[in-house]
């Protein structure tokens, strides 16, 4: 059985990373689920670029996810703090250990469900607003338990590659380090 | 006035480098224009992603344009370079002396236009379909006159960023790779 990810597209998401993570992780093999979080489908960007989500986030079926991942963005990550799916969604994942990541401006997100780890990283300033010890711009991506972070839209080909180590294997880490062309992370 | 850029989007386009172009133009003000190859302007990508293009092909104004900037992607690269809108724009783009850009397996389809620079890259092993010399892989990004080509998804960002510098200014180079957390291009 493959593994199944749910990148929620709040409005005003970040494009590099929200396609970044749902490309490679769908060339990992895994089932990537994208919603929106109300019924339009088609969801706009922070830099204008509409991509269709696959559902809607009152679609999923929780329980039969192994992750939720999500991509940053200022507005983007407000919608996702703000949102009580999103913030049901990841309370339930952490009490029921499975993984949780965040970009960018989205491990606030986090902090507000009370599911971030006391290690981790995000966008530079970010963590001004988070508020909460445990930060660090020494790693393109951190991982505290099942909680992962990354910084920003460069790190992202780094974060997603990091989350195929963790739910499908080292080998298809490497496999799609090379194809990506990602020596880098 | 900023500069205006068209980035054709074809059914199995690599989304990685289609959105990374298109987020980092668009932050650094450039107006980038999306054109889907037929009346369709959901495009689906090489790992399923949709996007939705602002325009169809036939819509461009081609005389407007400062450049036009071809993501990758095998299915996607094929397609570019069988249509004909796209081919006679880039010949007319050739023709005006404007800029010309193409990552991953899209130098090919600048190969078949009779536009590919005497020096450039591409994703591995494509060099072979290509078969014209000139092809390096020691650099992320190789600019020959107004042709620029970089390599593959984990480059995409440094091409965008490379584009900037030609299109609008080093300074906002500077600013969007510190922004991006792009320090290894």
Redesign the interface.
């Known amino acids: 059985m493959s593994k199944k990810i749910l990148v929620p597209l709040a409005t005003g998401f ?3 990373e929200a ?2 993570i ?3 992780l ?2 990992a093999g895994v089932n990537v689920l ?1 919603a929106s979080l109300d019924d339009n489908k ?1 969801v706009k ?1 922070a ?6 989500a696959n559902y809607t986030i009152t679609q999923i079926d929780v329980d039969s996810l192994d992750m939720i991942v999500l991509p940053g963005g200022w507005d983007g990550t407000h919608a996702l703090t703000d949102d009580e799916n999103i913030q049901s969604i990841l309370k339930k994942m952490n009490e029921d250990q499975k993984h949780i990541g965040a970009i960018c401006a989205a491990p606030f997100a986090l902090k507000q469900a009370d599911v971030l780890s006391s290690n981790y990283t995000c ?2 300033s970010v963590e001004e607003q988070i508020k909460q010890d445990g930060y660090t711009d020494q790693s393109k991506v951190v991982q505290d338990g099942k909680i992962i972070t990354s ?5 992202a ?1 780094c974060f997603a590659l990091h989350i195929v180590k963790n739910l499908v294997s080292e080998q298809k880490y490497q496999e799609l380090k090379g ?7």
Do not use: S
Not at 151 to 155: K, V, W
Not at 179 to 185: I, R, S
């Open positions: 970040e494009e590099i396609v970044t749902i490309d490679v769908t060339r994208t088609n960007g830099n204008g670029i509409v991509v269709v966008y530079p910084r920003g839209p460069a790190t080909i194809g990506l062309l990602a020596d880098f992370c």
